[in-house]
Structures are given as structure tokens and as C-alpha cells.
């Protein structure tokens, strides 16, 4: 599976290179009575994710790592870690800063931006019920947006994949 990540720089998620990992990063968190934000946020990211340790056999976080850490984390944030053999992506409780996917053939499309992926995607086709469900509510529920194929992150919610399998 091809990855691409779209960086709209109006959101400006900040991006850091650990070993060859490539982080995403945009907002702030508490890990461990401490604050953290932008470029040193990346580091701390990798060092609870385990990302620099040699020992590991894979660089795929384990889903005992991810509850422990990155379920816990407090604070308004998103992130994409773009692995070699893995991509992680997660949103915060109230989804503060949004994530958007959309899965096109063999490859999967991650945005800061709603809009920019949907030009890249080419997805233009409206979802009818989504367009319903905001007419009466002012809102659109669950992982749906108001184009078909184009879906967003719900509140704190992770996802996981391993290279080259499904999604």
C-alpha cells in the first residue's frame, strides 16, 4: 500500500525526521507532569513509541504501547508516524486538530486538510445521507464527511497499519 501524506502549511503540522521515521505532528500534550509542543513533542513521540530502540525485531508499535502511552496522553493534538514498515496516525479526545483519509485504489491519502485532499483524491461525489444528516443536525456524525470516500478521524481515535497489508 502507497502512503501519501498532504500537508496543508495553512494547518501547519510541524515535521520531524527520527532515524527514518517521519513525524507529524500539530498541537500540544502533557507526557509525564510535562508540556510538550511542536519539534520536541516528534521526540518525545518516538521515545514513548519506542521508535529508537535497536533491540526491537520491527518498528511496528506494539498494541500494548500504544494504549499505555498514546491512549493516555492529555492535550490537544494529531499525528501521522510514517514508519518504514508501519503508519500510526491519532487524534486527540475532541479531535481538536482533524485528520482526513481516503483510501483510492492501492493507495491511502492522510490530510491536515479536507479540502486539499479532496483536489488530490479527485473525490467530488457528494454522500446523500451525510448531506441530510447535516441539514438536520448542523453536523455530520461518525467518520463520514459530506463526499463519499473522504472520511475523518472520530474523537480520540488511533489507527495502525503495517505496510504492504490491508488497512
Known amino acids: 500500500m502507497n502512503l501519501k501524506i498532504i500537508n496543508d ?3 501547519s503540522w510541524n515535521t520531524e525526521k527520527v532515524d527514518d521515521i517521519n513525524i507529524y505532528f500539530k498541537g500540544l500534550f502533557w507526557y509525564e507532569n510535562k508540556c510538550f509542543r511542536d519539534a520536541q513533542a516528534c521526540q518525545i513521540l518516538a521515545k514513548i513509541l519506542n521508535i ?3 533491540d526491537r525485531s520491527t518498528s511496528l508499535p506494539v498494541k500494548d504501547i500504544i494504549e499505555k502511552n498514546v491512549l493516555k496522553l492529555r492535550g490537544h493534538f494529531s499525528f501521522i508516524i510514517d514508519g518504514k ?3 500510526l496516525a491519532a487524534v486527540d479526545k475532541i479531535r481538536s486538530y482533524p485528520i482526513f ?3 483510492q485504489g492501492n ?3 492522510i490530510s491536515n486538510s479536507a479540502p486539499k485532499l479532496q483536489t488530490e483524491a479527485g473525490l467530488y461525489d457528494k454522500d446523500g445521507t451525510s448531506f441530510i ?3 438536520m443536525a ?3 456524525t461518525g467518520s463520514n464527511t459530506l463526499f463519499r470516500d473522504l472520511f475523518s478521524f472520530k474523537l480520540a481515535n ?4 503495517i505496510r504492504n497489508n490491508q488497512i
Request: hydrophobic share 30%; glycine share 4%; proline share 4%.
Open 101 to 103: 483519509y481516503s483510501k
Open 107 to 109: 493507495t491511502l491519502f
Open 52 to 54: 529508537k530502540n535497536p
Open 133 to 135: 444528516e447535516f441539514e
Open 9 to 11: 502549511y495553512k494547518y
Open 138 to 140: 448542523g453536523y455530520v
Open 158 to 161: 488511533f489507527s495502525c497499519s
Open 85 to 87: 514498515d508501519f503508519v
